[in-house]
């Protein structure tokens, strides 16, 4: 299990609070998640119903989001995509076809 430890930097508090008037946010839902390919663009791998080696990351694959930073969240993703796409390259099943 990996083990995060973070510290904010003075110039990473800074930018937040740049970013924090600016009112910027995480964009989410624009590649939405989902089992059916004729409401979503992904999978639950984040793999796209339509180009087989196109993986997408991040928030925009959320239909929704919850009072907290997504961070943690896109990072378990990321790595359960990582995951499907080692196994996907050692199966050889989508990569460089002949």
């Known amino acids: 299990m990996p083990r995060i430890i973070y510290n904010d930097h003075p110039n990473t508090l800074a930018m937040q609070e740049f970013m924090r008037r600016a009112a910027a946010g995480h964009v989410m839902g624009t590649t939405r998640m ?9 999978n639950e791998f984040c793999q ?7 993986f ?20 378990a993703l990321a790595y359960r995509t990582a995951e499907c796409i080692s196994r996907l390259w050692k199966q050889s099943a989508f990569l460089y076809p002949n």
């Not at 796209?48 to 196109?54: G, Q």
């Not at 997408?56 to 896109?74: D, E, M, R, W, Y």
């Open 34 to 42: 989902g089992l059916d390919p004729k409401r979503s663009v992904v």
């Open 48 to 54: 796209s119903h339509d180009v087989p080696n196109l």
């Open 56 to 75: 997408i990351g991040g928030s925009s694959v959320f239909v929704t989001s919850a009072g907290v930073n997504p961070t943690l969240t896109i990072f």
